[in-house]
């Protein structure tokens, strides 16, 4: 799991306002509530490795961004 302070939150929202997807679509995928989601894109609780794999694909984040988001 990452810690929170490993995430760029302003860059991982800029990615989520860019792709057009509504965020209840990205709820379902990641398969977490809402509550969670806002809390783990505010940078407050962690996301999971699995979560992060969901997101780069979902937002086509490209793989040389993905260490600036989330510090891998």
Known sequence: ???TQ?????????YIEDSGLRT????NKLGISRQAF???RKG???FRAS???VLCSLLRI???EQPKIFCL
């Open 62 to 64: 490209p793989d040389s």
């Open 51 to 53: 979560e992060v794999y």
């Open 1 to 3: 799991m990452l810690k």
């Open 38 to 40: 806002d809390k783990k």
């Open 6 to 14: 490993d995430v760029d939150t302003a860059l991982l929202e800029k």
């Open 24 to 27: 209840g679509f990205i709820i």
């Open 44 to 46: 407050q609780i962690s």
